[in-house]
């Protein structure tokens, strides 16, 4: 085994270590922030839940438009607090933003166990699913040339599915950006705020 050089000090090798207390913490912070601004979300969506069609239109994109801005800010807080607390490591802004993205990624993680196991749940315990599955497959059945051709409302799901999607990964996308970001000036101690 070759010894270490003598100009390789114990800050050097502390600069290569992840702080996984901050990655949790941060991860904890973005899971915690997620659930308050989402019931909030829900709360505000519901009370201004409308029929009309351009009322659903307009409610829709304010969704969208929310959904990514609270991504944002609640990441941004999540890579800040992991940031700041691996410091105590390293203050090179690069090991921010890698915490910072760490703890975007460990919540993401996490979040989306949570979102299986709940869903799988509900799904299990529900009997209507079972109970459309059997009407669906037995109108199919029954009527073979319909269910050959798609219908306008298959086409609004399909569609409703896309945007959904693109929503969903602009989303992470900006959330993953923002936890850098937000890592970065942690690790900095950006105080101008």
């Known amino acids: ?9 114990n800050t050097n090798l502390q600069s290569r270590e992840l702080s996984w ?4 913490a941060g991860a904890l912070v973005a899971l915690s922030l997620s659930f308050l601004i989402h019931t909030l979300n829900a709360g505000l969506g519901l009370s201004a839940f409308t029929t009309s069609s351009t009322g659903m239109l307009a409610l829709g ?7 990514i ?5 609640t990441m941004f807080v999540a890579g800040f607090v992991a940031g700041r607390l691996a410091r105590r490591l390293n203050a090179d802004p690069v090991s921010g933003v890698l915490h910072g993205f760490l703890a975007w ?22 009997q209507q699913a079972g109970n459309a599955v059997q009407h669906i497959t037995q109108q199919a059945a029954s009527d073979r040339d319909k269910a050959l051709t798609p219908s306008k409302s298959t086409e609004n799901v399909a569609n409703s599915a896309g945007v959904t999607a693109l929503a969903t990964f602009f989303v992470f ?14 690790a900095t101690g950006y105080r101008k705020w």
């Open 61 to 67: 994109i304010g969704a969208m438009l929310w959904l």
């Open 105 to 126: 990624s460990l919540a993401l993680v996490i979040g989306l166990v949570l979102a299986t196991s709940v869903i799988s749940g509900v799904v299990s315990s529900s």
């Open 1 to 9: 085994m070759t010894p270490l050089p003598k100009d390789v000090t």
């Open 173 to 186: 996308l900006f959330g993953a950006a923002a936890s850098g970001v937000g890592g970065y000036y942690g």
């Open 69 to 73: 801005l609270t991504g944002i800010v």
């Open 21 to 24: 207390q901050a990655i949790i």
